[in-house]
């Protein structure tokens, strides 16, 4: 007797009968099972944990991975995850930047937005536990909840990110001593910062307009409005609207007043008030160096003028003629008394809008596209806060001083 199909053995003794049964059933056996398992994933399988050993991958989060695909002979197309390249196809270096504590999706979301279409080339992870792989991490202030920093890479840049006001930060933690000298960048509304991050800007149109602002406005009925939901803020914006209510009328929605507006339905609240007043009351909650919100630059878009308060200059960030601030007047009533002059006077109060013409105001973007270019080069940009506290509420707030003893 012959063993062809083996052909490992001559001919078989009867001692080998055993032998020759076990490698028949074990032939066989395999060759049943090749019909029932899908043997390249079997390989593929295989490939994956033997390249993921290799590469470490498990250090890295799924949402750095991007996929390439595999193509086996069966005509199945197979995928496995690997991290990202450290270049992009221009042969550019990539930086892999870490956002600790982040401030929301809808923040994650626009900054995803605004990276895709930046030239400089960088990747921005919300989570991720090995510092090390990272070019730069950025710390979100506000509520960050460790007392001490993690231990940070040789030649890595730490980004201060926050935009409320000190008042209001919640960033106690990094008042301690084990902060000092490890913060490179800040990104803040304030102008001082590495990269700036106001709550809007003005921008400067390419082609002026010839907008009919006569006509748009002929049609207001009401005199100002205030949107507001913290009724007591340090700024005592309250008592100053109490005052100047003895003099006009003043209608206030949300928490704060007695009219509603849906906050699901902000651009109608917006054309509501575009359409119906002629003053919006920008009152910021606190008096804090280059602290100008939404509640100005928001209301810039609309055709409403709005009345500003707060620490800011703002003739350094707003076109000229198009605001009315409570610092040019030395009481509340006087204040009071100017809005009605213009509301009688309807060619000086559209003065306060022609600056549309030439201008217009831009809301909800990310600067980190101008912190990716920075990182590109940032041997440039070198830095270091010795007490990046201090810089944040050191002198930068101050009490109003308009209403009075």
Not at 100 to 126: F, H, M, Y
Not at 307 to 336: E, H
Not at 375 to 402: E, F, G, M
Request: proline fraction near 5%.
């Amino acid at each position: 007797m012959r063993c062809d199909t083996l052909k490992f053995c001559q001919q078989i003794r009867p001692k080998q009968t055993l032998v020759v049964i076990i490698c028949i059933v074990f032939i066989s056996s395999v060759w049943w099972m090749s019909s029932l398992v899908n043997i390249p994933n079997v390989i593929q399988g295989f490939i994956q944990t033997t390249w993921r050993r290799s590469n470490k991958v498990e250090d890295i989060k799924p949402n750095y991975y991007f996929l390439i695909t595999a193509n086996y002979t069966d005509g199945n197309k197979q995928t496995f995850k690997r991290p990202p390249s450290s270049k992009d196809n221009k042969g550019t270096a990539s930086k892999l930047i870490l956002l600790k504590n982040s401030p929301g999706k809808p923040w994650d979301l626009i900054a995803a937005k605004e990276l895709r279409s930046c030239s400089a080339n960088c990747t921005l992870v919300t989570s991720g536990n090995n510092l090390n792989d990272f070019d730069a991490v950025i710390f979100y202030g506000v509520g960050y909840p460790r007392d001490s920093p993690p231990r940070k890479t040789p030649g890595q840049v730490w980004i201060y990110f926050i935009r409320e006001t000190p008042y209001y930060s919640k960033d106690s933690k990094f008042n301690r001593a084990e902060w000092r000298n490890k913060i490179n960048w800040t990104m803040t509304y304030r102008s001082d910062s590495d990269i700036w991050y106001p709550y809007g800007r003005i921008l400067k149109r390419e082609k002026p307009k010839q907008l009919d602002f006569q006509g748009v406005t002929k049609n207001k009925t009401k005199l100002a409005a205030w949107f507001v939901s913290h009724c007591r803020t340090p700024g005592e914006r309250h008592k100053y609207v109490e005052e100047i209510q003895k003099t006009i009328s003043v209608d206030i929605y949300g928490r704060c007043g007695n009219k509603k507006c849906d906050n699901n339905k902000a651009q109608q609240c917006l054309q509501m008030l575009s359409r119906d007043y002629k003053f919006y009351i920008s009152f910021e909650n606190s008096f804090c160096y280059d602290y100008i919100t939404e509640k100005a630059l928001l209301y810039m878009g609309a055709d409403i003028v709005p009345v500003v308060r707060g620490g800011a200059n703002y003739s350094k960030f707003l076109p000229p003629n198009s605001f009315i601030n409570t610092a040019d007047f030395k009481s509340p009533k006087l204040l009071a008394e100017y809005l009605l002059y213009l509301d009688k006077n309807h060619t000086a109060y559209v003065e306060y809008l022609q600056w549309k013409n030439h201008y217009y105001s831009e809301t909800e973007r990310v600067p980190i596209c101008e912190l990716c270019t920075k990182l590109s080069n940032a041997t440039a940009y070198a830095n270091v806060y010795k007490d990046i506290y201090s810089w944040w509420h050191k002198d930068t707030c101050k009490r109003p001083n308009d209403l009075g003893s």
